[in-house]
């Protein structure tokens, strides 16, 4: 789902440097491990620790054919193996010199055997057993410092945010109040905020088919212009015939902006880099939504964020039409935004009637199954077109 949940304006911090990051013990997954599979970079692992090797190949006693066939895979057994090759103690010492991390010991959650139910109510996470099983993120701590100061790999990262979280409350995200409060929203923020704009785009829109495109001042000069001109009677019948269609491509245009943006915008993982910034970055406008999926207050867009999304969208609207086609397209696709974070908050806490609760369904399939699959959140049509439809 689209579901940018965060305020992106925090505080310039700088991540880890390098040299920092280096002299901490990192988290890795096997998965991980397995990438560093050959002479230029040769990793193995032994009883949960991750070690480099690759320096050591060329001084290994045996050749490094040996560590070799074992690259990117574990060699507790093979070390024991006296018939394959006898160790001694000073080789288990000499072998912590290389350690550079260790193993995470995370739990699945979502599974392919996911069941989706009516009556779906997950269960409260133990936050100290958690963060003391995965040694992930702290429930109890805000989140932002802990994830920027991040201790664990990108595949770490991705395995462990896309298992979902639950606590009654909303974990605190920054330590001032300031950002915290800017990083919740309730879900009548969205239309109180957004219905009223997208009104008077469609009210600008319809005095600008009646009089001209370029009748009626800037916004910046005279934001009350296209009341007043409402008020005086200046909107003539034919406008409408002008505005509807356009308003009718803006609500088409939302359904593709939806799909792309959570698809290639939110779940762009493979691409994502193995560093604390992108890391922090993917956790502020997606991440976290997929890690606590029921966070009633981080389930719609802060009005600062959409505004960030919503603002080349809408320059790109203006430089392609006039200004009475565009202004009906922006209303158009303002007022189905609305409709979908609203939908989308029902979908997680609402009982809705039978075509909501088939899509809350396979929304939350999204978060429990399957989430590489089903990114459509108010219709499926754009998962059937692009081939991601998620079986629930």
């Not at 969205?190 to 997208?198: D, R």
Request: some cysteine; overall charge negative.
């Amino acid at each position: 789902m689209i579901s940018c949940r965060l305020f992106l304006s925090v505080p310039i911090l700088l991540p880890p440097t390098s040299s920092a990051m280096s002299k901490r013990i990192r988290i890795f997954t096997a998965e991980d491990v397995a990438l560093h599979a050959s002479p230029s970079s040769c990793w193995v692992t032994r009883d949960g620790k991750v070690y480099d090797v690759t320096h050591f190949l060329a001084d290994h006693p045996g050749g490094d054919d040996l560590i070799l066939n074992y690259a990117g895979k574990d060699i507790g057994a093979i070390m024991k193996d006296a018939a394959e090759h006898d160790h001694s103690d000073s080789a288990y010492d000499m072998l912590d010199e290389y350690v550079v991390g260790r193993l995470g010991t995370g739990e699945n959650i979502v599974s392919d055997d996911w069941e989706a139910t009516d009556d779906f109510e997950p269960e409260e996470t133990d936050v100290t057993a958690d963060f003391e099983k995965n040694e992930f993120l702290d429930l109890r701590q805000p989140l932002f410092l802990q994830v920027w100061r991040a201790n664990f790999s990108k595949l770490y990262y991705l395995q462990q945010v896309h298992q979902p979280r639950h606590t009654p409350e909303s974990p605190r995200l920054f330590g001032p109040w300031y950002l915290e409060m800017l990083s919740r929203t309730a879900w009548y923020v969205v239309p109180t905020i957004w219905l009223p704009i997208a009104g008077y785009l469609l009210v600008r829109s319809l005095v600008q088919f009646s009089t001209g495109s370029y009748s009626i001042p800037l916004f910046t000069s005279d934001p009350a212009a296209p009341i007043r001109a409402m008020l005086a009677g200046r909107i003539v019948p034919t406008a409408f015939t002008k505005a509807i269609p356009c308003f009718l491509l803006g609500n088409f245009i939302w359904t593709l902006l939806e799909y792309f943006f959570h698809r290639f915008l939110f779940h762009l993982d493979a691409l994502l880099p193995d560093h604390p910034a992108a890391l922090t970055l993917h956790f502020l406008m997606h991440g976290i939504h997929h890690y606590l999926p029921m966070d009633r207050l981080r389930l719609v867009m802060p009005p600062v964020m959409f505004t960030f999304l919503s603002y080349p969208m809408t320059q790109l609207g203006h430089l392609l039409f006039t200004p009475a086609v565009a202004n009906s397209v922006i209303s158009g696709a303002f007022t189905f935004y609305v409709l979908y974070d609203c939908m989308h908050y029902a979908l997680h806490h609402t009982r809705l009637p039978a075509y909501v609760r088939e899509m809350k369904k396979y929304h939350l399939a999204h978060h429990y199954k399957n989430f590489d699959l089903g990114f459509g959140v108010t219709s499926k049509i754009w998962d059937y077109v692009f081939n991601t439809v998620l079986t629930v």
